[in-house]
C-alpha cells in the first residue's frame, strides 16, 4: 500500500530535550516536505526536500533541522524543543512534477 | 496580507443541502488551486485541482476558480455526513511551493 508513515503519533515531551519525528514513504516519490497545523493558521511549511541532500527552508524552519540521506526518509530534528512548538506536524511526499502530495497522518507534539 | 485566506467556519448544514466553501486569494499570478479534505485526526488528502480559471467538476463536487476576483470555491451537492471534516484550498505559489488557507470546519447533520 503507497503511504506515509510518521513515528511517533503522539509525543510529549520537555524544554530543551532534543527529538526527533521520522517520516518515511515507499513511493519513490522524489519531492518530501514537513508542515506544522495550528488552530487559524492552517498547515504551514517547516522544509522541503527536493531530492536526496537537497533541502530548503520553507515558511516557519527556525528552531527546526532536517536531513534526506536516503530517498525515502526524511526525519524532522528538533535539537532543543519550546512550548511555542507544541503542534500537529504533518509529513509530505510528492514526485516531482505532479501536484498531489500524500499526507502521513500526524505527528501531535507537545512541549511542556 | 496572507496569499490564502479562508473562513474558518464551522459550516453546520443538514443533510442535502449545497455546501459552497470559499477562499480568496491575493496574488494573481498563482494559476494551481486545490482542494483537500482532512478527517478528524488524519492527513489532509487531495480532493479536487484546477488550473487557471472556470469549473471542474467531479460526482457531487464542483471546483469553481474566478480569476478577475482572486477567488476560489467548492461546491458540495447533496452533502451527506460522511462529507464533514476540514476543507482546505491550497494554491500553488513561489518555488512550486503549497500554501495552504486556515481550514472550514464543516459539519453534514443528518
Given amino acids: 500500500e503507497a503511504q506515509v508513515t510518521q513515528n511517533p503519533r503522539y509525543l510529549i515531551t520537555v524544554t530543551g530535550k532534543k527529538l526527533t519525528v521520522t517520516c518515511s514513504q515507499n513511493m519513490n516519490h522524489e519531492y518530501m516536505s ?16 527536493m531530492n536526496v541532500e537537497v533541502t530548503d527552508k520553507g515558511d516557519v524552519p527556525e528552531g527546526y ?15 532543543s524543543p519550546s512550548p511555542n512548538q507544541t503542534s500537529l506536524y504533518f509529513c509530505a511526499s510528492r514526485s516531482t512534477g505532479i501536484f498531489e502530495q500524500y499526507f502521513g497522518p500526524g505527528t501531535r507534539l507537545t512541549v511542556t | 496580507q496572507k496569499e490564502v485566506e479562508q ?17 480568496t ?38 471546483a469553481q476558480v474566478d480569476k478577475s476576483s482572486k477567488y476560489i470555491s467548492l461546491f458540495i451537492r447533496d452533502s451527506q455526513p460522511s462529507d464533514s471534516a476540514t476543507y482546505l484550498c491550497a494554491i500553488i505559489t513561489g518555488r512550486r511551493a503549497l500554501t495552504f488557507g486556515s481550514g472550514t470546519r464543516l459539519q453534514v447533520q443528518p
Avoid: H
Avoid at chain 2, 474558518?8 to 470559499?22: D, K, M, Q, R, W
Avoid at chain 2, 494559476?31 to 460526482?59: A, H, I, V
Fill in chain 2, 25 to 62: 486569494y491575493s496574488n494573481s499570478a498563482f494559476q494551481y488551486f486545490m482542494w483537500y479534505r482532512q478527517y478528524s485526526r488524519k492527513g489532509p488528502e487531495l480532493l479536487m485541482y484546477t488550473y487557471s480559471s472556470g469549473n471542474k467538476e467531479d460526482g457531487r463536487f464542483t
Fill in chain 1, 34 to 49: 514537513w508542515y506544522r497545523q495550528d488552530p487559524g493558521l492552517g498547515l504551514r511549511q517547516i522544509y522541503y526536500s
Fill in chain 1, 65 to 79: 533541522k532536517v536531513s534526506r540521506k536516503e530517498k525515502r526518509n526524511f526525519p524532522l530534528i528538533l535539537e
Fill in chain 2, 7 to 23: 473562513d474558518p467556519g464551522p459550516l453546520s448544514v443538514p443533510e442535502g443541502a449545497i455546501v459552497s466553501l470559499n477562499c
